[in-house]
């Protein structure tokens, strides 16, 4: 070989190399990647967003999305984490309220807005994000249970709190209304999901706060909940 030839051949394997390295280096912004992953997910839920909707949407290949997050529960799992930091905020909001009866109001109205504020991603991602699954993402489906599982437990505690204090009467059962309100919570959100108006689920807030227990709330006072929109809080950037 001569020595230009094999200058050449040096010369290319070292461009080589750089190209390869660049290629391994992450080449975008984790947190943009990390909502566009979220979007995907909240629109499409677990197993229905495909690896090819999220190297779309965050705008990288499979290699880089594989080195930057793992595998695609990794994601889920990360995005989940954001889901609930920004778009649940109102949930903990919610527990620092003075009555039981403005807690419940709070939880029902604000996952009213979330659930209605863009077509694109209706509905709440923690319910219909893995309801049904195939057994590879059986344990995306437990970690969502678990999640709504522990929310359920902190409401329950805030009611006997409420009850401790005599804001909820003696005979309440804040078991049962903490699975009340999130059933009907979880409800609220399969029905946006298929198309439900804010309007219509602003009324059935209205309803299930109609009879709680220990408030006298005259048909005015209902009728300004059925209207009312959610409490300002301040998102988490």
């Not at 566009?36 to 290949?61: C, H, M, N, P």
């Not at 709440?124 to 999640?147: F, K, M, N, T, Y």
Request: proline content about 4%; some cysteine.
């Amino acid at each position: 070989m001569t020595e230009g030839v094999k200058r050449f051949t040096i010369d290319r394997y070292e461009k080589d190399e750089v190209l390869l390295s660049m290629g391994r280096r992450r080449e975008f912004d984790v947190d943009e990647a990390l909502d566009a992953a979220l979007r995907v997910f909240w629109q499409k839920g677990y197993e229905g967003a495909s690896y090819t909707d999220l190297t779309q949407a965050i705008g990288v290949e499979r290699p880089a999305l594989y080195s930057a997050f793992g595998n695609k529960e990794a994601l889920f799992r990360q995005a989940l984490e954001r889901y609930y930091t920004r778009e649940l905020a109102f949930f903990p909001a919610a527990l620092k309220l003075p009555t039981s009866r403005e807690v419940a109001s709070h939880i029902l109205h604000n996952a009213i807005e979330l659930n209605t504020r863009d077509p694109e991603q209706s509905g709440c991602l923690a319910i219909h994000g893995a309801l049904a699954v195939s057994d590879d993402a059986e344990p995306v489906r437990q970690l969502l249970i678990e999640a709504r599982a522990t929310a359920e437990a902190t409401l329950r505690e805030r009611f006997e709190q409420a009850k401790r204090e005599g804001d909820l009467p003696k005979t309440a059962d804040c078991a049962a209304l903490a699975s009340y309100i999130c059933a009907v919570t979880h409800g609220m959100a399969v029905q946006a999901k298929a198309g439900f108006s804010r309007e219509r689920l602003d009324a059935v807030a209205a309803q299930a706060l109609s009879n709680w227990p220990g408030s006298e709330h005259t048909a005015g006072n209902q009728e300004q909940d059925a209207h009312r929109g959610p409490r300002k809080i301040r998102r988490p950037k």
